[in-house]
């Protein structure tokens, strides 16, 4: 009886499987023209499609000119816009080229799906109006956003406290570096709010609250060596970041020396957000295969979605010393049966010096048995070498870091799988 139920579930699949491939080869058919005429242009030169009409209610305009200009243009099958149906996440792969430079490729995002850029206006207009729809333009002005005028000097955590996981309990420093670093200014440099422009603080406020990626890719540049995409600018509710490589995923069933090494990599960037000479913790609150990408030529394994990333300042909790402030903290595993399973307290992460919260959801999400992906398990460590397996100590340090049975035994097992990767990968310093 299981057998014909499952063999009639596999016939079902393959049928909307051919539905869905047959419709879509119908509207191809039917919409020739269109495809054609998509296909020649350049969408990105368009300031609808950049929805530059929503600024300041944006991302920023810094790369303007080089969208309007025409020097980005998205890659062939970007531009047909029948198959932004399967392009939940905005995002999109295009061209940039600069005079006498040549063209590299870029990735493009809109932070956000369609629906929930959708609700960026309707909750400005609630803010503002009370109704769903209004001029958003309008409306803007009777917000928070705009609340902090050319009057205010600095940006202060009372005022942004808890809009976004990066701010969800800020210190004047972070803030200061947030405003001094920001990109979508012609006079960059300065902490001083009141020295932007009023599009451009409203700018930085709406993108601190709706989505901090680009304000995080900023903050912590990769030219100083922070593991995350460089940000290279933006032009309406579009953002341009380097390309770095394929995604993590696409090296799950890599040669074991490739997989050893991008471990240890990963190991490496969960030590560096914990624990830095700048004192700013950078805790990761999603991490999946996709968030990560490996770069081609150097192999370097670099964070692309930074969108939930809580910063705690270790400082400022030695200054406040906050309940339990010195006591190490342990996250709980989490043995859920979904994909990407995190269990964290925020308020915690914000009050204790010594969390092993990185550790933990590199381990458990991405490197140790108990990843799971795609309808895949075993982790990125899958199948060791017979050797390895035998003596047993590399899937005891993963059980460890991912689920510890010893008291600090994650803290523990993450420092010692760090030296194991490195030996194995001949990444010894």
């Given at each position: 009886?299981?057998?014909?139920?499952?063999?009639?579930?596999?016939?079902?699949?393959?049928?909307?499987?051919?539905?869905?491939?047959?419709?879509?080869?119908?509207?191809?058919?039917?919409?020739?023209?269109?495809?054609?005429?998509?296909?020649?242009?350049?969408?990105?030169?368009?300031?609808?499609?950049?929805?530059?009409?929503?600024?300041?209610?944006?991302?920023?305009?810094?790369?303007?000119?080089?969208?309007?200009?025409?020097?980005?243009?998205?890659?062939?099958?970007?531009?047909?816009?029948?198959?932004?149906?399967?392009?939940?996440?905005?995002?999109?792969?295009?061209?940039?080229?600069?005079?006498?430079?040549?063209?590299?490729?870029?990735?493009?995002?809109?932070?956000?799906?369609?629906?929930?850029?959708?609700?960026?206006?309707?909750?400005?207009?609630?803010?503002?109006?009370?109704?769903?729809?209004?001029?958003?333009?309008?409306?803007?002005?009777?917000?928070?956003?705009?609340?902090?005028?050319?009057?205010?000097?600095?940006?202060?955590?009372?005022?942004?406290?808890?809009?976004?996981?990066?701010?969800?309990?800020?210190?004047?420093?972070?803030?200061?570096?947030?405003?001094?670093?920001?990109?979508?200014?012609?006079?960059?440099?300065?902490?001083?709010?009141?020295?932007?422009?009023?599009?451009?603080?409203?700018?930085?406020?709406?993108?601190?609250?709706?989505?901090?990626?680009?304000?995080?890719?900023?903050?912590?540049?990769?030219?100083?060596?922070?593991?995350?995409?460089?940000?290279?600018?933006?032009?309406?509710?579009?953002?341009?970041?380097?390309?770095?490589?394929?995604?993590?995923?696409?090296?799950?069933?890599?040669?074991?020396?490739?997989?050893?090494?991008?471990?240890?990599?990963?190991?490496?960037?969960?030590?560096?957000?914990?624990?830095?000479?700048?004192?700013?913790?950078?805790?990761?609150?999603?991490?999946?295969?996709?968030?990560?990408?490996?770069?081609?030529?150097?192999?370097?394994?670099?964070?692309?979605?930074?969108?939930?990333?809580?910063?705690?300042?270790?400082?400022?909790?030695?200054?406040?010393?906050?309940?339990?402030?010195?006591?190490?903290?342990?996250?709980?595993?989490?043995?859920?049966?979904?994909?990407?399973?995190?269990?964290?307290?925020?308020?915690?992460?914000?009050?204790?010096?010594?969390?092993?919260?990185?550790?933990?959801?590199?381990?458990?999400?991405?490197?140790?048995?108990?990843?799971?992906?795609?309808?895949?398990?075993?982790?990125?460590?899958?199948?060791?070498?017979?050797?390895i397996a035998k003596d047993g100590r590399l899937e005891a340090l993963l059980d460890e870091c991912a689920n510890p049975k010893k008291r600090y035994g994650r803290f523990q097992a993450a420092k010692e799988l760090r030296e194991y990767l490195a030996q194995l990968s001949n990444n010894v310093r």
């Open positions: 009886m299981l057998r014909l139920v499952s063999l009639k579930l596999g016939r079902l699949y393959r049928y909307v499987k051919l539905a869905v491939l047959g419709s879509l080869a119908a509207a191809l058919v039917l919409n020739t023209h269109s495809l054609l005429a998509s296909l020649q242009r350049n969408e990105l030169s368009e300031r609808r499609f950049l929805q530059l009409n929503k600024c300041p209610a944006c991302w920023g305009t810094s790369w303007c000119r080089k969208f309007l200009n025409g020097q980005l243009r998205l890659e062939s099958w970007g531009r047909l816009r029948l198959l932004d149906f399967f392009n939940v996440k905005n995002v999109y792969f295009a061209r940039y080229g600069e005079p006498r430079e040549g063209s590299r490729r870029v990735v493009l995002k809109r932070l956000g799906s369609a629906q929930e850029l959708a609700d960026i206006d309707t909750k400005i207009c609630r803010r503002a109006t009370g109704r769903g729809r209004c001029d958003l333009l309008q409306a803007l002005h009777a917000t928070e956003f705009a609340s902090l005028n050319g009057d205010v000097r600095l940006l202060t955590p009372d005022a942004v406290e808890g809009w976004s996981d990066l701010v969800h309990c800020p210190s004047q420093r972070l803030l200061d570096r947030l405003v001094r670093r920001y990109a979508e200014t012609k006079d960059s440099g300065s902490f001083l709010l009141r020295n932007l422009k009023d599009s451009e603080r409203m700018q930085l406020l709406i993108t601190l609250a709706f989505n901090p990626e680009p304000l995080v890719l900023q903050s912590f540049p990769s030219d100083e060596g922070w593991p995350f995409a460089k940000y290279l600018g933006a032009c309406g509710r579009m953002v341009a970041v380097n390309y770095v490589g394929e995604e993590l995923w696409s090296y799950f069933n890599a040669p074991w020396e490739k997989r050893v090494d991008l471990a240890w990599q990963l190991m490496e960037i969960a030590e560096q957000l914990t624990n830095n000479d700048f004192e700013f913790a950078l805790y990761l609150l999603d991490v999946s295969f996709d968030n990560f990408a490996v770069g081609p030529r150097d192999g370097k394994v670099i964070i692309v979605d930074a969108e939930n990333v809580l910063v705690a300042d270790k400082r400022l909790i030695r200054q406040n010393k906050p309940e339990n402030w010195d006591v190490w903290y342990e996250s709980k595993f989490d043995d859920c049966d979904k994909e990407a399973c995190l269990s964290f307290s925020k308020e915690i992460l914000c009050a204790r010096v010594t969390v092993d919260h990185n550790y933990y959801a590199i381990c458990q999400n991405l490197l140790s048995r108990h990843a799971t992906w795609r309808g895949t398990s075993g982790g990125l460590l899958h199948d060791p070498p017979t050797e």
